[in-house]
Each structure stands twice: as structure tokens, then as C-alpha cells.
């Protein structure tokens, strides 16, 4: 269900956008055809998702910081305009710095396009208090102050090594900015209605059109805009894409739907014994294939604990690590087992792409099925409409770089620059597998 309603949020925020987005998103070309509108939802799913599970520091879980005397530095303490990107330990090792090269892709595309800052700051709103409002509204419980206020403090951080400015300090100041931004700029315009009818053709296109289901659920998902945007007046969001109102029976059944879901999840279900979503937070395999050549172990857990940096720690790594066991394929054995060979020609051989949890209609970043009964599933999955294609390499089913994302025409475009970028927001060196080829 959460991520039905992450995907169903990223969606929204673009069907619910303002006329000078909207115009900038039809300007694009990128809304013109089915597959570049699904790709765009992937990477923007992977890119937010990769930026949510992956530590911004750079540092994951497993790395053993030797500079624990050094402090960050304070909220408020730094600079509107520079922040404080450059400061990092500087003996502790980056392991993990996919979120700040998604950040960093991000900024790379967004300067392609004139968008305003303003626009930029009504997006950032939504991703803080969107998760807010939908588990007042619909979830087992009510997000409570702390974990608002961490989504605030989360989200401005990111904006700001976005580079956005005059990020209100406080969430109060944020809200009541966007909804002002909201009733000042939020005008009917038929670049709008483009753009959330695209949009919300692809989220519905999953569905069969027989017996109107389709149809149906398209009523559904405008009925949930209705009340979106501003409680304080009579206009709704259709006012602004143009649809027409919904009857209440439908708002009233979606509504009783998601409190039965609720119901389910406060009642019926068991916690979560571990997070979900389309990003792993644990390092990829390629990453552990890397430090175990290195003779580092990625389970250093600070003094006397874990491996030690020798060519044992290689033993002792492969008896006690499930993700090395996962790796298989003769290229990681073929490095694995010469850790004294020079580590970015090994690089080099590994594949250094990773694969989402989860896909869309169309799966981008799927590998192919393998043998026969791989190959028959993925045409199963088509004929009976989970799928509207099967993995291939239009699909890029070799998967996916964070340098690379966006559109098709930009797919070969910006590497060394999003690198150097992340390099910056990170404070320190990307090195290892995350480099292997700039």
C-alpha cells in the first residue's frame, strides 16, 4: 500500500502543478509518447527513492568513521547561499554516496530548464508535508510531532544542497508560504489539463478498459485531487486541470476503501521487519565486491569489532556475508580472489548497475528473464497486462546508473559533471566502484 501511495504522490504532485510548470513539462517533449512518460515516473521514482533510503552523508552503516571527535555543524549556523556542503571528516571513507550523485543528477537536469525557485520551493512543500496530510487523513495513525518535524528538517537539508533558496525555518513558515503560493499562482490552464491527463493516464494504464474499470478508476484519482489544495476556499484542484467534479458516492467509496486499509494495517498486520521501497538502503553487491578486493571489510563496526584490513578479513568476509555470497558471476570470483591486483582495471569487469525492487507498467530497468521459463514469464506477465512490454534493451534492462537518468536525448550527457558534483555536496572524494570509469 505505501508504495501505491508513493507512486500515486509523485503523480499527484505533477497532475496538482502550477501553470509555469506545467508549461515547462509540455515544453519538454518528454510527455509526447508512452515510453518516455513511464521512464520519466521510474527515474523519478528511483532518483527520490535513492535519495530516501541512502545515507547523505555518504557514510552507510557499515563503515567505520575514525573521526568521531569531529562535529557537524549546527542547523542554522551556516550560510543561506553556500551552506555547509564542504564539510566532511576527513579521514572517513564515502562508501555509499548514491544519494548525493541522485541530488546531483537532479540539479544537473533542472539547469536545463528555466524553472523558478519559487516553483522549486512549492515542490520541495510537497514532499514535506504531503506524507503528513495522507496519514492524518488515511493512515493507521497520525505522523506524530517529532517525525514531522524530521521530515521538515530531512527535506530542507536536500533543497538546500538542491540549491533552492529562502527555504523557510520553520514548517509553520513553510505551510503557510505554499498555500499563499497556491492561491496567488495556481490559475486554470490548459497546459495544466495537458499534463495531469498524461500523467494520470499513465498511473490508470496499469488497469483493464473492460467493463469501464478504467474509466472508473480515472474518476477515483480525480476525486482524491478535489480537496487537495486549498481548505480555506470553494475552489478545488479540478478547477485548476479543468475536470469535472466527481459525484460524492465516489469520493465517498475510495474514502471508506482507504479506511479499510487502515483497519487492515492498525489491526491485521504484523510490523515491518524491514523497510520497502524501489531502493535497497544496503550497499549493492557490486559495492561489497569492491571492498573486499580492497582487503577492507564493510562490517567494521568501530574498535574490536569486525574484520580486520588484511587478507584475512577476505576469509572471514566470505564466511559471515550473506551479500558476498549473493554475488556470484565468474567477473566478481575472478577479482575477489587477486585482491593485490589493481583494483580499477578489476573494476572495470564488475557490473556496476544496479536493479529497482519494484517496476512500473512498463519495467524499466528489469533484467531479462533467463532460459526458457524466464523468457515465458515475461510474456506472461504481458498477456495477461501486468506488463505493456517485456524487459528488453529499450528498457535498459542492463539497468540503471544515477548519472545517467532522465531523458533518453541526455542518457550520455553530464557523468563526470554529476560526479563532481556529488563530490562537492559530499565534501570528499568519490572513489571505488562509484568511479570506476571518470
Known amino acids: 500500500m505505501e508504495l501505491i501511495i508513493q507512486r500515486y504522490t509523485v503523480k499527484e504532485s505533477t497532475m496538482t502543478t502550477l501553470p509555469s510548470i506545467s508549461k515547462i513539462l509540455k515544453g519538454t517533449k518528454e510527455m509526447g509518447s508512452k515510453e518516455s512518460i513511464s521512464k520519466r515516473f521510474a527515474d523519478t521514482e528511483i532518483l527520490i527513492s535513492t535519495v530516501l533510503a541512502c545515507p547523505i552523508t555518504g557514510r552507510s552503516g ?25 564539510w566532511t571528516p576527513t579521514k572517513t571513507r564515502i562508501d555509499d554516496p548514491r544519494a548525493m550523485i541522485a541530488i546531483a543528477r537532479v540539479n544537473w537536469l533542472h539547469d536545463k530548464y528555466p524553472i523558478k525557485n519559487e516553483d522549486h520551493l512549492y515542490t520541495l512543500s510537497l514532499a514535506m508535508f504531503e506524507p503528513e496530510r495522507w496519514a492524518k487523513k488515511y493512515g493507521w495513525r497520525e505522523l506524530s510531532a517529532l517525525e514531522c518535524h524530521a521530515f521538515f528538517v530531512f527535506w530542507a537539508e536536500i533543497g538546500r544542497r538542491m540549491g533552492i533558496k529562502d527555504i523557510p525555518e520553520t514548517a509553520e513558515e513553510f505551510k503557510e508560504w505554499s498555500l499563499n503560493y497556491q492561491q496567488s499562482s495556481m490559475i486554470p490552464s490548459q497546459s495544466n489539463y495537458d499534463v495531469a491527463n498524461i500523467t494520470l493516464e499513465e498511473f490508470i494504464s496499469i488497469l483493464p ?22 481548505p480555506f476556499t470553494d475552489q478545488t484542484t479540478f478547477c485548476y486541470v479543468r475536470y469535472d467534479p466527481q459525484p460524492q458516492y465516489i469520493q465517498t467509496l475510495i474514502e471508506s476503501f482507504l479506511r479499510f486499509i487502515h ?37 567494521n563496526q568501530g574498535s574490536g569489532g569486525g574484520c580486520t584490513d588484511d587478507e584475512s578479513s577476505l576469509i572471514h568476509a566470505h564466511s559471515h556475508s550473506p551479500e558476498f555470497m549473493e554475488l556470484g558471476g565468474k567477473e566478481h570470483v575472478d577479482v575477489l580472489s587477486n585482491p593485490s591486483t589493481k583494483l580499477e582495471e578489476d573494476m572495470t569487469h564488475l557490473e556496476t548497475r544496479m536493479h529497482p525492487n519494484s517496476y512500473q507498467r512498463r519495467p524499466w530497468y528489469r533484467k531479462e528473464g533467463q532460459g526458457l521459463f524466464g523468457k515465458l514469464g515475461d510474456r506472461m506477465n504481458v498477456w495477461i497486462g501486468i506488463w505493456a512490454q517485456a524487459p528488453g534493451r529499450e528498457l535498459r534492462s542492463g539497468g540503471y546508473k544515477l548519472e545517467e537518468m532522465g531523458p533518453l536525448k541526455y542518457e550520455n550527457e553530464g557523468h563526470e559533471d554529476v560526479i563532481r558534483e556529488a563530490e562537492r555536496l559530499l565534501g570528499a572524494p568519490i572513489t571505488g566502484p562509484w568511479k570506476a570509469y571518470y
Open 62 to 86: 557499515a563503515t567505520n568513521s575514525t573521526s568521531s571527535s569531529t562535529s557537524a555543524p549546527k542547523h542554522g549556523d551556516l550560510d543561506a547561499q553556500e551552506t555547509a556542503l564542504h
Open 263 to 299: 483497519f487492515i494495517q492498525l489491526y491485521l498486520c504484523l510490523p515491518r521487519s524491514s523497510p520497502t521501497g524501489p531502493v535497497d538502503s544496503k550497499l549493492p553487491n557490486f559495492a561489497f565486491a569492491h571492498a573486499f578486493a580492497s582487503g577492507k571489510c564493510p562490517y
Open 209 to 230: 478498459n473492460r467493463f469501464g474499470i478504467r474509466s472508473f478508476a480515472k474518476r477515483i484519482a480525480i476525486s482524491l485531487l478535489e480537496d487537495r489544495l486549498d
